[in-house]
């Protein structure tokens, strides 16, 4: 009896089966001739923000017992696929592979991109400028050790603007070449990363030197030179290069996660829930910074994210990279903006985007 409803049960999946891929060709025809009219008005195959309105609208139509989460990530390949037969897509990353940039993208743009490692971020930011790669994805902070440098400096300058944020979170491991511990001497890791796990790493492995990489995948390769080292990195990595995972979750708190930021030519549309990323500098003198900000109450927009970056040519003086709820073309942030204008030496607006979903 047991035996022939479970073959029911199998025989019915089997037919659901074969109607999803029937559905999902279909489905693949039509982003065909999305494609071909794209192609025709010159407008990208990857469109962050109509993306974002698609995955909003199944989780917000979703009765269950799917997950959300698990909805989110079933549909990102399905349009992952559905892009690539429209037009091979192209990502830089902070490679090398396996590192949490490189996972960051894949969670992004689905397994069907193409994605390109480059060693630094300021590479990224090159390629994605001079058009030689279209999207770039970079780390921009951390929940635990706050913003990334690198990125902050990058952003100043870059053509390019912010189309669409990613979070991703964070279990990080430590890795090494053999099973044993007791030989580790050295611990290699981006410097974040050593600095989530700085209390793990300072009781179970007080006499580990710690030395720094330029990301978490690196430092996994270099342990595959070095007998007595260990990396902290992700599972992923260890599974990439071929490593031992001594330890999982050493991360100091559970509640870990990193921004990052997918990077590209032009201009994401509005969503309706959407993020935007100005940067200024006030004048040097008493209450300026206070007059900019008192604008944000006064139209009504929320802050989200303020943090000062110092001037390299500048002493003592900073800019401000601020984070507010809205578009930048809404009618009552267009207003602020213009008004920010007038009461700062400088403003850049990085970019208008639609908000990630939180890790």
């Not at 001739?33 to 010159?42: C, L, T």
């Not at 590192?99 to 590479?123: V, W």
């Not at 006064?298 to 110092?310: D, M, Q, T």
């Amino acid at each position: 009896m047991k035996v022939d409803a479970l073959k029911r049960l199998r025989e019915e999946l089997g037919k659901r089966d074969q109607e999803i891929l029937r559905l999902l060709n279909e489905r693949g025809r039509l982003a065909l001739e999305v494609g071909r009219v794209k192609s025709r008005n010159g407008q990208e195959v990857y469109d962050p923000s109509q993306e974002a309105k698609v995955l909003a609208q199944l989780t917000g139509n979703n009765t269950g017992p799917l997950p959300d989460p698990a909805v989110r990530n079933i549909f990102r390949e399905i349009i992952s696929s559905s892009r690539a037969l429209q037009a091979p897509i192209s990502v830089a990353y902070l490679g090398p592979e396996a590192s949490f940039t490189h996972q960051a993208a894949l969670a992004h743009f689905g397994r069907e991109a193409s994605f390109c490692p480059k060693p630094a971020i300021a590479d990224i930011f090159r390629e994605v400028e001079r058009d030689l790669i279209p999207w770039g994805v970079v780390p921009i902070e951390n929940s635990l050790e706050g913003s990334v440098r690198q990125t902050q400096s990058q952003l100043i300058s870059t053509s390019a603007g912010i189309r669409a944020e990613i979070y991703l979170r964070i279990t990080l491991c430590l890795l090494a070449g053999h099973q044993r511990a007791e030989k580790i001497k050295r611990i290699y890791s981006h410097p974040h990363a050593l600095g989530q796990c700085r209390e793990w790493l300072r009781k179970k492995m007080p006499k580990g030197e710690q030395i720094e990489t330029g990301s978490t995948a690196e430092a996994a390769r270099r342990v595959l030179e070095d007998q007595a080292g260990a990396a902290v990195a992700s599972r992923i990595a260890a599974t990439t290069y071929g490593l031992f995972v001594l330890n999982e979750g050493i991360e100091d708190y559970p509640e870990n996660a990193t921004r990052f930021l997918v990077m590209g030519k032009g201009a994401s549309k509005s969503t309706g829930n959407d993020k935007t990323s100005i940067l200024f500098a006030t004048p040097h003198v008493p209450g300026a910074l206070h007059q900019a900000l008192t604008l944000f109450s006064k139209a009504k927009v929320n802050l989200l994210r303020i943090e000062s970056h110092p001037m390299r040519e500048r002493k003592w003086e900073y800019l401000f990279f601020v984070d507010f709820e809205g578009y930048a073309e809404e009618k009552k942030t267009e207003k602020m903006l213009q008004e920010m204008t007038a009461r700062t030496t400088f403003l850049k607006i990085l970019g208008s985007f639609p908000r990630g979903e939180q890790a």
